[in-house]
């Protein structure tokens, strides 16, 4: 099946920037979406970005202008880059693929999650 491998990841001030990098591997017949989930303790899980292979996003309102995913050519990895970072980003974040095992069979797959802490 697909792994979805996360890297990026660390400890930054308010204010600054970190770039998170999600590779997908494995069999898979084709990725649909790719983006970000977040969550922090105590809190549900949340979505953070999307990208489609059609190449439009959504983000949440929270990041909304500060938080801006893209996807490389060959749709198999993609990126969070997250400026003007404030302590409320502080999460653990997913990376998430949706698409389909074979032709005929649609699956959804998690990274194990990467931690970002932003110190006020």
């Known amino acids: 099946q697909v792994h979805l491998a996360e890297s990026g990841g660390g400890l930054v001030h308010a204010g600054g920037s970190l770039s998170l990098s999600c590779s997908a591997s494995?069999?898979?017949?084709?990725?649909?979406?790719m983006g970000w989930y977040r969550q922090a303790p105590g809190k549900e899980r949340e979505l953070v970005a999307l990208?489609?292979?059609?190449?439009?996003?959504n983000y949440a309102d929270s990041v909304k202008g500060r938080f801006t995913i893209s996807r490389d050519n060959a749709m198999n990895t993609v990126y969070l880059q997250m400026n003007s970072l404030k302590p409320e980003d502080t999460a653990v974040y997913y990376c998430?693929?949706?698409?389909?095992?074979?032709?005929?069979?649609?699956?959804?797959?998690w990274g194990q999650g990467t931690q970002v802490t932003v110190s006020s």
């Open positions: 494995g069999v898979f017949f084709s990725i649909n979406g």
């Open positions: 998430y693929a949706v698409g389909y095992i074979d032709y005929r069979t649609p699956g959804d797959y």
């Open positions: 990208a489609t292979s059609g190449g439009s996003t």
